[in-house]
């Protein structure tokens, strides 16, 4: 025997795929069966490329490019490939560098080919069962920057003591060599393409500043770009590695069971599913499973952004990344590392990013018009002034040789994805799982919210609310004639009644020619005698309902509870009523959501008596009672004229109403396959509140995104004021340019401390 371990339809882009899940089997002790794969390595690493997959418009293909992490390497690529035929569709992410792809089949090569004519280094999934692992960021050494900054730096203090003029000279051009070779590079391969991106721009700035003689500022321009570029880098980097950030909180290895019955410390990606695992007190847990044996609490705060601890025993689902706080248990893994309901929170975060926001797009549509513009008048603030109005050709040559340096959009266009992606990070740490930054964008318009009952505003258990005994017979026979009756059936309400009858310590009795009566009730002979358990419909069939029976049995219903009687053959015996209870958050939240100014509207399939009676007791503006699958997307079509409408659901049942919704939103989608690759937005948890802190954060995320263009166009606007009138130097535009840069990176990252 082996040992475990011995190694919307409206919206498709937005949805995630579904995954699928690789079972093995076990034994009932938990050990791996004899010829089962139990030991294989996970298939898939967080955040690697996807393999090529056929589709009808041809081979959809995720390239990995390093080298691309700005909106200027895009525009090349862009060009490129859009001249191709062969190429029908790309999607770019550049906060995880890939593009994807789609092209017809055996023109990959082409592609690639493209890619690196560019001056990058395109990377394909492995051919194996192992696909590329997502590579760490190079980092380049820091001393040639250092050096080049003396050298500048050394240029300038000899230009000031008027040494003779190929000593700042030497000493610039020695500067430029070390540190901007690579601008120079990748400026070429964009002129050549005919891009105007940053590095061409800078190439071509500081190329003529060396041919007016402006050795010093040349040499500090470009090592000032070269440290701007270096630290915005760095800030993208953090951006871009928000959500990896909550993969740390898995640990690398686990205690799996051995075949002998031992346990061993294996890696976590090495254990398979129907492997056992043992979790000590302190612990974090390493991977998604059901408990075996044990019993403990959990923070499950890394899935559900609560710190409140959740009681686990014997049958309950755990998951990876959350804390066992007290007790030891054993649970049985039920997915891989790969697999777990946090890697799949990732993994959709990862392709949300990908997914371009409102406000990205035309920030995207206006770049490509702004460059062009701002180079076309800089050639005429070089050439027009000399020759029409007799100025000095060197100090507007000059100007605009400022205005090359200023004229990159990149400030403007790397504002908006870094915002959406803070954004989405700081919203998943909070257990809200954002399927797009479309969605992100839109909550704050959020209007209208219509909301499912059962499992939305109420715990979706009935329990038992109410007891009255009416006939001769004492109490506590009543209770034990009721739930043994109710004990054969596996109708909810029936079942709430055991379960209480269970929590008081009622023995049952013996149950003879039981029968169940279809949409009424049930019966059956208790030493001798028959009884009837039935609800409301069924009393009156059998002739039993009395005036005060039946003004009792309305006012419990019109209490929204479910009511059942017992009687025998000669008289009504007690009142058994059972009710969904609301849940304590319930109220809380619909008043946070009123405080934003979003009306509710709750859509239940209980009567119209029931939905009034929940409505009013949490707040709810509009109920409508009675309401099947259709009759949902009829009320979210009808609320959809007027305003943006939300949809609150469990994902399945609500589908229709879901997918019609501007947003739909899943409730407790942790560990839940289908909400979280279904719902535009997932709350991880069943806490209803959590839709408050969706909209106040897609507020935020709005007011950072106007903040960061207005910054970003704003400084643009006053250094290209300042330049025509002769107040603005190269070495201020470089300032200007990347600082723009540096302040909406920190800007939009401020979401990531919301």
Not at 47 to 76: F, H, K, N, V, W
Not at 146 to 163: K, Y
């Amino acid at each position: 025997m082996s040992s475990c371990c011995d190694h919307k339809p409206e919206k498709p882009t937005e949805r995630a795929h579904a995954h699928e899940h690789e079972h093995a089997h076990g034994n009932a002790h938990g050990h791996c069966t004899e010829g089962a794969d139990c030991c294989a390595p996970a298939l898939v690493q967080l955040g690697a490329l996807s393999a090529p997959a056929a589709t009808a418009e041809g081979i959809r293909t995720s390239i990995r490019i390093m080298q691309m992490d700005c909106p200027t390497e895009e525009a090349m690529i862009r060009k490129k490939l859009g001249a191709m035929a062969s190429v029908s569709t790309m999607e770019f992410n550049l906060m995880q560098r890939v593009l994807t792809v789609v092209h017809a089949p055996n023109t990959l090569d082409p592609v690639m080919e493209a890619i690196r004519s560019l001056g990058f280094e395109p990377e394909l999934p492995a051919t194996g069962e192992q696909p590329a692992p997502v590579p760490e960021t190079p980092r380049a050494p820091w001393w040639p920057l250092a050096l080049a900054g003396a050298a500048a730096l050394a240029s300038e203090i000899a230009d000031w003591m008027s040494l003779p003029g190929p000593v700042p000279a030497v000493l610039a051009i020695a500067a430029i060599a070390v540190c901007g070779l690579d601008t120079y590079k990748k400026g070429w391969v964009a002129i050549r393409n005919g891009n105007l991106n940053i590095n061409a721009l800078m190439s071509i700035a500081v190329t003529g500043a060396l041919l007016l003689g402006e050795w010093p500022e040349a040499a500090m321009v470009m090592v000032l770009f070269t440290i701007a570029e270096l630290i915005e880098a760095r800030s993208l980097d953090r951006a871009r590695n928000a959500i990896k950030g909550l993969m740390q909180l898995t640990p690398d290895t686990v205690t799996v069971q051995q075949a002998d019955g031992s346990w061993q410390q294996v890696a976590a990606s090495a254990a398979s599913v129907g492997c056992v695992v043992r979790v000590r007190p302190g612990e974090r847990i390493g991977l998604d499973g059901d408990i075996i044996t044990g019993r403990s609490t959990v923070n499950q705060a890394p899935i559900t952004g609560e710190s409140l601890p959740v009681d686990k025993s014997v049958g309950d689902s755990v998951f990876a990344g959350t804390i066992n706080e007290s007790g030891g248990f054993e649970y049985r893994v039920s997915a891989a590392a790969n697999n777990t309901t946090l890697a799949r929170i990732v993994h959709a975060v990862e392709e949300a990013q990908g997914a371009r926001a409102p406000t990205q797009r035309f920030v995207d549509r206006f770049a490509r018009v702004y460059t062009p513009i701002v180079f076309a008048i800089a050639i005429g603030v070089a050439i027009l002034p000399p020759l029409l109005m007799g100025g000095g050709w060197y100090d507007w040559v000059y100007k605009a040789l400022v205005m090359l340096v200023i004229a990159c959009p990149c400030a403007l266009v790397i504002s908006t994805p870094v915002t959406i992606v803070s954004g989405l990070a700081a919203a998943a740490r909070h257990g809200i799982l954002i399927k797009g930054g479309v969605y992100l964008e839109e909550g704050r318009k959020l209007k209208w919210l219509a909301l499912d009952k059962t499992g939305t505003l109420t715990h979706g258990k009935p329990v038992q609310t109410d007891f009255e005994r009416l006939g001769t017979i004492d109490r506590e026979s009543c209770r034990r004639l009721a739930a043994s009756l109710a004990a054969r059936s596996d109708h909810p309400v029936s079942q709430a009644l055991a379960k209480a009858a269970e929590d008081d310590n009622i023995a049952l009795m013996d149950v003879e020619s039981f029968e169940a009566l279809p949409g009424r009730g049930v019966r059956g002979m208790i030493d001798g005698s028959r009884y009837v358990l039935g609800n409301h419909r069924l009393v009156r069939d059998l002739g039993r309902c009395s005036p005060a029976l039946e003004a009792r049995l309305e006012a419990l219903e019109q209490a929204g509870k479910s009511v059942v009687v017992l009687f025998d053959d000669l008289q009504v015996l007690a009142l058994l009523a059972v009710a969904d209870t609301v849940k304590d958050s319930s109220r809380a939240a619909i008043d946070a959501l009123h405080r934003l100014g979003v009306k509710t509207v709750m859509l239940t399939g209980d009567n119209p008596h029931t939905a009034s009676t929940i409505a009013q007791q949490v707040g709810i503006d509009e109920a409508r009672g009675n309401q099947l699958p259709e009759d949902k997307l009829k009320a979210v079509e009808e609320l959809a004229a007027r305003g943006t409408v939300g949809m609150v659901g469990d994902g399945i049942n609500d589908a229709p109403a879901l997918a019609r919704a501007d947003i739909g939103f899943a409730m407790g989608a942790m560990g839940t396959d289908a909400a979280i690759e279904t719902a535009d937005v997932a709350l991880m948890d069943d806490n209803l509140s959590k839709i408050a802190t969706f909209v106040r954060l897609s507020q935020s995320t709005h007011t950072l995104l106007v903040q960061n263009i207005a910054l970003a166009l704003g400084i643009k606007a006053v250094f290209l004021a300042l330049t025509v009138v002769g107040m603005s130097t190269m070495w201020m535009a470089v300032f200007a340019d990347m600082g723009a840069s540096l302040l909406v990176v920190g800007n939009g990252l401020r979401l990531l401390r919301k």
